[in-house]
């Protein structure tokens, strides 16, 4: 059964870094692309960043130079590095994987970007 479990989520002043983890079961990590999404209020869910079975990184522009997506296949856990945190970077973040012909999702971890 696949399982992906974010944490790391929380409240934190503009220009703040966080760091979120998402720990995977239930398949065989290192061979699957993994990626981050975010959903804020009353927004669509959006592609925040994405990182390949091989190591190879993709951002959302509004992110790019800000985050960093990195993985530990030993661990089978993904990780997100954000540094200098906006406002607009409030959302739910969640870890997502593409396997058996459909989307896993996590329970997501709270953002909140604050003064």
């Known amino acids: 059964q696949v399982q992906l479990v974010e944490s790391g989520g929380g409240l934190v002043q503009p220009g703040g870094s966080l760091r979120l983890s998402c720990a995977a079961s239930g398949f065989t990590f290192k061979n699957y692309a993994m990626k981050w999404y975010r959903q804020a209020p009353g927004k669509e869910r959006e592609l925040v960043a994405a990182?390949?079975?091989?190591?190879?990184?993709n951002y959302a522009d509004s992110v790019k130079g800000r985050f960093l997506i990195s993985r530990d296949n030993a661990k089978n856990t993904m990780y997100l590095q954000m540094n200098s945190l906006k406002p607009e970077d409030t959302a739910m973040y969640y870890c997502?994987?593409?396997?058996?012909?459909?989307?896993?999702w996590g329970q997501g971890t709270q953002v909140t970007v604050s003064s």
């Open positions: 997502n994987t593409w396997l058996v012909l459909r989307d896993h």
């Open positions: 990182i390949t079975s091989a190591g190879s990184t």
